[in-house]
């Protein structure tokens, strides 16, 4: 399709978008300009060279940990290297959880080790480890459904299933199995709780992330066992036999230290206080080295904020990289974010979390008024393979540090949904490497964030406040 | 197909194939059965009950380990539970290698674990393990023609890369990396050698599997890393900085025990004196399951003899059902089944010993009068997506210790190759478990494997002496 052709189809539909009314509308060379940054970004080196050099000399970077400090300070060099300007570091008080040695193995019927993984948040197991049977649930609504006393003094495990989609709502689903299976393992009196990995691969590697306790209800260690020792439990335990668990976890809980974002901008100029907001996050789980969850994410919105600094034309509104702290275990980061720019307004906040597949969709979250605005920004994107949707086109969810923000500032907010069909197999765990990123899918990711950034921080409307 | 145009189409290829002279053909009573068995196959339930079993309650069995003896003892009571006679276990004594903790890190130019396994036979590591800075090469080929100092004194890596091909051809290229990098290394030499995991996958597992001295040459240490480690290893490589690593290792080899030989028969009738030999190994290695390696062969090799014992008819010649007793280091089951029966006529020795995927083709090892036979078999699996090749149909290799006996003994062979795409991606790791095997698949296999032992049994004609 033609820029012309595109702009006309564009007005089109936001004409129809709105019907009787004239709809707002990107002006020629706005478009024009969005164009030239999608085509930039399809060929961006930057994005893949971030990820590439911050996985390989850095690697993991768990949240309030040295390495998140040292990746902050190798963030805010590289953001300046990269044209942005006002690059800093913004830290924050936070209580980290340290991973300490853990194993696992069934005893009976059959002794053999388990591949696990402690939960994030976890308590430590008493040295030596506890060894209990074991009640098995097939999932986290048959636990919460059981009167019984079934689980006193046992190990609870939860063979939660996640199912493969495209958008992560299988993984929406069952996530509660490993964020409250200890609130409700500990309320029926088990000693500890077990769970399938919350991930969709067939893969002897345990799956890592958060999990909380509750006030006035016992804390018991958490952790994940990889989906091949699921089944092979789940197989025994159809037996009839009774089936017995031992387990060591070692971990540390409330560390006093600091996580920090790492901020640049390109400047805006005549509405250079209002923020048009892309960010990644900077932190990642201990298991891998934080690859696609988040350095892709990173990558992408520095790579995008580099090329709308290199294309030449000065944005109306300030394009701001964020690069958060702590995501994966408290948002601590998006947090502080929020309480010192509270008073700033804010066009549109949105973050690149899903891995690093292409993106194939975009929603947004803004006034009703902004939709039009925001489909032909879509629209834009559609010769990258990314579709408006019919229908929850502005209930979109821009990212987990975004949305909290959007939520709780009443910002706007844009997605740009990722493909995460295959995101699941490897998220929070050993396999959040390098080698899971196509560098094309990268630029398209870039393409698309640098367009949508750009035409945001052009809009001729306030994109808030946002329609819950 | 029709099962008499199969029957016409089949003589017309025979023919052909022998030109003018009339082809030795089975009897249609003999095809009949055939198709019955195909049929029986497909809707079998053994197979998949005999692996799930063998994996969920044994679990790993290593050459040599009480864990393969304790599958010996299962897998006879089972295979006489399947209904076929003469149901034995045969020892023999070997000396095995046994896996301690083992660990490796990059020291320099960054510090990070890596994930590791010690190659088969490996001699242990000096106590503290050895740090050095590494030599590293692109594939074995380049350290072969290495005639400089740059591997003395250091710890030789070599990053040989496996290509994904149906047939293994890939992997036959690439393992003599593992097999022997350890004397290249060591005749230059090298304290150690590190080799990217011969496999085809990008997940963070370390490769095991037998690696080989020479009298002569100082024994060193040898272990795989997982792909993403050595993509790692290879970036920074490229960096033209000095790479530093650390390991330990721990093993013992040569320690006396003994492996055994499971064999089961469906006696014949008039030519029961000779054997068609349908078999899979029982030993695997330790790190998974062994259930694509080689659970389901032996699943498969089970199933299929069982379906000839249930459907009635007795064969001519016995169908002999082994489970190989150390297949993956050193065949000392199939060397001492050799060695006790060489005087025995052996119509047919095969293996199913490359995975659980669907079988795509036949080809045989026997003597040129006895092709249109073969052939014939596998036009009666064409319905099952089975070809008969245009070239090399008399060079099959029928599965490892197949192969061995066959070259050893001039015994004459028959090879159902299985798509094995994704075969290297779990062989020898920690994912060969029970969930990488369809049903399905293993159903197509029990039924080609079942007419192909009947019908050998019936032929008109002896298969050898093979054709080399």
Redesign the interface.
Known sequence: MKRRDLIGAAALMACGAVRAQAAPAFSAEDLQHAEALRAAGLADKHAWAFV?EL?????PRPAGSDNEKKAATWAVARLAQLGLSNARIEPTPMKAWLRGAASAKLVA??A?PL?MAALGNSIAAPPGGIEADVAWYPDFAALKADTSERAKGRIVFIDQKTERTRDGAGYGAAVVARSQGAIEAARRGALAVGIRSIGTD????AHTGAMRYELGLPRIPAFAVS??DA??IA??NATGRTLRLQFTLDAQSDVETTTQNVIAEVPGTDLADEIVLISGHLDSWDL?RGAIDDGAGCAIASAAGAAIAAAGRKPRRTVRVVLWGNEENGFHGALSYGDRYKAVVHQMVSESDFGAGRIWQMRGRVQPAAVPLVQQMAQLLAPLGVAWPEQGYNEGGPGPDAAMLMRRHKWPGIALNQDGTAYFDVHH???D????IEPAALQQNVACWAATAWLAAQAPLPFGPPVF
Chains 1, 2 share one sequence.
């Open positions: 590439q996985c390989n000399t850095i690697g019927p059959v053999e591949v067939i893969e002897r590697i989906a091949p089944n092979r197989a025994l891998g765990t050993v396999h490497t390098l080698d899971r």
